[in-house]
């Protein structure tokens, strides 16, 4: 991987002025993309966004969050272009920094749709729009990624994780669900059987607590920033 990354970065033609490197960090619901994010803060040549869950819980005072999750048939195809949107706001932000890290990312908004299309959540027309939207995002928004990082879980512990969390609007998501969720992410990072991946991806085990996950973090970090310095 370092490889790649190396061989991608030392393409750009003048050494002074590399553009932005952009990484996503991706994962199920509870795998902890927030915690790993955070450490990127200490470095300040990078922009750290996290994903904007405060802007879902709050449309103009409306919490789409919670309405899709309470009734998904009716709010589902509503809240995933919501998503979409606030997902390329943050791929699009500018910055001078050389580096940007997202949690999440208009590609694993992606991974809801399909989710929705296997269980039938959503009418047909409902989902070829959403498709729709996201090809576009692809073909012709400026979201070019040059990392993905995986937070690999099992559906087991990310639902423990989750019920001690406890964020309301999550109350009745269930066990079931999260598996359906990290199958789609398998099948996209993991498995690399669905959609076509836009990045060199590096798996790390996040089933590992917080102090585990720093000495995976430090390994991540290095990757991506000894090769670029
Ligand atoms: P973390 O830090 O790994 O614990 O991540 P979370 O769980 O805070 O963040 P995330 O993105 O996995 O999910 C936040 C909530 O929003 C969670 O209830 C799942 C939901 N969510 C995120 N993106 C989408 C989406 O594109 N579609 C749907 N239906 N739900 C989504």
């Not at 398998?186 to 996950?213: G, I």
Request: glycine share 4%; with cysteine; charged share 30%.
């Amino acid at each position: 991987l370092a490889g790649k990354l190396f061989a991608r970065m030392s393409a750009s033609p003048n050494k002074n002025c590399k553009r932005l490197f952009t990484v996503c960090i991706e994962g199920n619901i509870g795998s902890g993309k927030t915690t790993f994010l955070n450490n990127f803060k200490a470095n300040d040549n990078m922009l750290v966004l996290q994903e904007p869950v405060e802007l879902w819980r709050d449309v103009g005072g409306t919490n789409l969050l919670e309405k899709m999750y309470k009734d998904p048939v009716r709010y589902g195809c509503l809240f995933q272009s919501y998503v979409q949107l606030t997902m390329l706001q943050l791929h699009t932000q500018k910055t001078n920094l050389p580096f940007k890290v997202m949690e999440r990312s208009v590609y694993s908004a992606r991974c809801f749709i399909e989710n929705m299309k296997r269980t039938k959540m959503l009418e047909k027309v409902e989902i070829d729009i959403l498709e729709q939207w996201h090809e576009w995002c692809i073909q012709r928004a400026d979201i070019q990624t040059d990392l993905i990082v995986y937070l690999r879980t099992s559906p087991e512990v990310v639902y423990e994780r989750m019920r001690t969390r406890a964020r309301k609007e999550e109350d009745c998501v269930s066990l079931e669900y999260l598996r359906q969720v990290h199958d789609v992410h398998d099948d996209w990072l993991y498995n690399r059987s669905l959609f076509s991946v836009p990045a060199p991806v590096m798996v790390l085990d996040a089933n590992k607590s917080v102090s585990e996950m720093m000495a995976e973090f430090e390994k991540c970090r290095r990757s991506i920033f000894e090769n670029r310095d």
